[in-house]
């Protein structure tokens, strides 16, 4: 199981006074340093955080896993070919959207990523990942594409109000793990996780590869440091693991 630490909000904090810091690509340097197996970041049509250069600069800097977040369109397709990152996490984007607010509706996409997405990435070494939610026509649909991986979409766990909703959502994700993995596919997870829902998570929640963790871990870190708090997200994670395989 690996951290992978999205520094998006860090260029949300350089955007908002027009400076030139914090630096996203100093900030993957400590969370590496701390750590983190890779770095993920969302270029987004609005360029609402990070923007084209950071890409490139962390192309150059990040020495783990670099995953690229994006929407399917023409131009992502064309700067993700050029950076040729590790691997392009697919997700959906709505420009009024705050973030991310939900997996990819396989049937609605199926078709456009079989003919248009798909065959430009299977020219390289690049992996694909589909951010999802934890259904069971969308895993089958995933599969059929040829998709790497699928990133489990936890929001609707993070934001559960109650005990009883928690564990439905836990229940959910477990399910969904567990089928893709029998699939064949890298079972990635994200959103909304923190430090208070993270140890029930992975610790019910099997086959986990990659959890993408970011505005909890930013937020964080403004009263713990970046570097500390990477290291206590690790903890929680590698209690687990070990448990796993114990």
Request: aromatic share 6%; with cysteine.
């Amino acid at each position: 199981m690996q951290l992978l630490v999205n520094i998006d909000h860090i260029a949300t904090l350089r955007n908002a006074r027009g400076e030139g810091y914090p630096k996203p690509v100093e900030a993957a340097t400590v969370c590496e340093r701390a750590g983190a197996s890779g770095i993920v970041f969302h270029l987004r049509g609005d360029r609402r955080h990070i923007r084209d250069e950071d890409v490139y600069a962390l192309k150059k800097s990040v020495t783990g896993t670099l995953d690229f977040e994006m929407a399917a369109t023409d131009e992502m397709l064309k700067i993700s070919l050029d950076v040729d990152p590790h691997l392009v996490t697919l997700v959906p984007e709505s420009r009024e959207e705050l973030t991310t607010e939900g997996g990819l509706k396989m049937s609605t996409v199926f078709d456009d990523f079989q003919e248009r997405v798909f065959p430009q990435y299977r020219k390289t070494d690049i992996e694909i990942s589909l951010f999802i939610d934890p259904n069971k026509e969308d895993i089958e649909l995933a599969n059929e594409l040829g998709s790497d991986a699928i990133e489990l979409h936890t929001g609707t766990y993070a934001n559960a109000e109650t005990p009883k909703e928690q564990e439905h959502e836990l229940e959910r994700l477990k399910e969904a793990a567990q089928l893709a993995h029998t699939l064949g596919m890298k079972v990635n997870a994200g959103h909304g996780l923190n430090l208070d829902n993270l140890k029930p998570f992975v610790d019910t929640v099997p086959h986990l590869h990659d959890v993408s963790i970011g505005h909890a871990l930013v937020s964080t870190a403004i009263f713990k440091g970046l570097d500390q708090t990477v290291r206590d997200f690790l903890a929680i994670m590698n209690h687990a693991e070990l448990k796993e395989n114990s």
